[in-house]
């Protein structure tokens, strides 16, 4: 098991542009987290999954933001017509639910120009 | 509301100091808090995670306490090293949900 997962490391596009982030968890994890971490701040909880069910969502999450997680596996985080304001670093985080610790990916770094 | 407050901001100490920073939070209804350390650009590493019925948690230089009645979590590092240099972050998942609740960081930088 090599952890967390997360592709692109980096994407650079257009403003308006879509774009789309995948998330590969730990295999035996069945909570999955997305969060965005903008420049000298914490990161911020955008969403998460138990199993396929998203079961949370943060009002961080304009109806530009979905995630989706089929199967309870892999989760994806596509953002539709992107903003400049959008420009952060994407953190997804898996655990499992006995424990609840949470471990991180490297991150997506998202630049909207 | 959760909110988590990390101080110093940032701190700056010689090779060889033992330090400490510091995590606060609000509300003391809290299912456990973890210490991530975050080098430039990159993603996070948890250090220490401290479960909510726990006072400290050790891992080789680092100790982490927490004291859940007064809303206080220290991060001890002894004999620092320039290698620790990085952004020490805390974060507080709450009983009632899952998600993390963070501080904004401190940043440690250790001077040759």
């Known amino acids: 098991d090599t952890g967390v997962s997360q592709n692109p490391r980096h994407k650079i596009t257009k403003r308006g542009q879509n774009v789309t982030f995948r998330c590969d968890p730990i295999s035996e994890h069945n909570r999955l987290y997305w969060y965005r971490q903008t420049l000298g701040q914490g990161p911020e909880f955008l969403t998460y999954f138990q199993n396929e069910a998203q079961l949370e969502k943060s009002r961080l999450l304009s109806d530009r933001f979905s995630a989706e997680r089929p199967k309870g596996s892999f989760s994806t985080l596509e953002i539709q017509r992107t903003e400049q304001g959008d420009s952060a670093m994407y953190l997804c985080?898996?655990?499992?639910?006995?424990?609840?610790?949470?471990?991180f990916g490297p991150g997506t770094r998202l630049t909207v120009t | 509301k959760q909110e988590v407050t990390q101080i110093p901001a940032a701190l700056s100490v010689p090779e060889g100091e033992n330090l400490v920073l510091n995590c606060s939070f609000t509300?003391?209804?809290?299912?456990?808090l973890q210490w991530f350390r975050q080098d430039p650009g990159k993603g996070l590493t948890s250090l220490l995670l401290?479960?909510?019925s726990q006072r400290e948690q050790t891992s080789g230089r680092l100790n982490a306490s927490l004291d859940k009645s007064s809303g206080r979590s220290t991060l001890y590092i002894a004999a620092s090293q320039p290698g620790d240099s990085a952004t020490y972050l805390c974060?507080?998942?709450?009983?009632?949900?899952?998600?993390?609740?963070w501080g904004a960081g401190t940043k440690l930088i250790i001077k040759p």
């Open positions: 985080a898996s655990s499992f639910s006995g424990t609840r610790e949470q471990y």
């Open positions: 974060a507080v998942e709450e009983d009632s949900n899952y998600q993390l609740i």
């Open positions: 401290i479960q909510s």
């Open positions: 509300d003391s209804a809290i299912y456990n």
